[in-house]
């Protein structure tokens, strides 16, 4: 039996049991039944604001997604290129990693107001700590010997040693990083959007619980697990994938 076929299986028996569970045990208002939230669907994208709240949680996150991979793969080579760095802003850095970044939208909210930067902010917050740490890691990781070839044949060790052997070289540590970077900043544009002004799935989020419309909040958060899924699986496991087998660390591999 194939991956796919599985798992289709396993969905399939998944919605009848959650279709069988609202009607045998009379869940109500607490939780939507299949029916509901496929009719929240219908309604959210033809007739409300589902789409245009999709696309806009979407900019926002890349906006703040990329910021965080260009912050955090600078930090993380200056750590691993200079100690004094790593055992002061990299101390920091990890004390700064277990802070949610929802702590942060007090003063995202004092110093942006309710404005989509906030929300930007406090995204690219969520994802940089960890990016930074996965570069560092991946930085220290690269063996000596490629760095010392490449001063041989003359590249320095400025931006063109960073860009040309570095980060090629990290590779295979840095997209875990990304990966890892990508979940969190999905978590950080939620949490920002619940009290920021404008559209969005978090607001819509926010939106559903005031009205008592679990459906749509449901709804939100099918959208939000589907999309992280789809951009892990073909974009992001993809990517990983052919570095591994391009670095000869895929299983199998010679």
Sequence with gaps: MSTALRRTIFLVIL??????????????????????????FRIGFTEGQLLEATFSSLKRLLIGFSISLVVGTLLGFLFARYRILDDTIGFLV?????????????????????????????????????????????????PRIYLKAAQTMGVGNG???????????????????????????????????????GVGLGQMLQDGRNLGDTAMMLCIVIIIA?????????????????????????????
């Design 15 to 40: 919605l009848i049991a959650w279709e069988a569970g609202y009607r045998i045990f009379d869940w109500g208002w607490k939780f939507p039944s299949v029916l509901q939230t496929l009719d929240a």
């Design 94 to 142: 990890v004390a700064l990693q277990t802070v949610p970044s929802i702590a942060w939208l007090p003063f995202a909210i004092i110093w942006f107001g309710l404005t989509d930067t906030s929300v930007i902010f406090i995204t690219a917050l969520g994802a940089t700590w960890t990016m930074a740490m996965s570069s560092r890691t991946g930085i220290l990781n690269i």
């Design 159 to 197: 931006l063109r040693m960073f860009w040309q052997i570095m980060v090629p070289a990290a590779f295979p540590h840095l997209i875990n990083g990304v990966r890892v970077a990508w979940a969190f900043a999905w978590r950080a544009l939620v949490a920002g959007e619940l009290i920021a002004r």
């Design 226 to 254: 589907v999309l992280g899924t789809i951009s892990d699986h073909f974009f992001f496991k993809r990517l990983e994938d052919t570095i591994l087998v391009r670095y000869g660390l895929a299983p199998g591999s010679k």
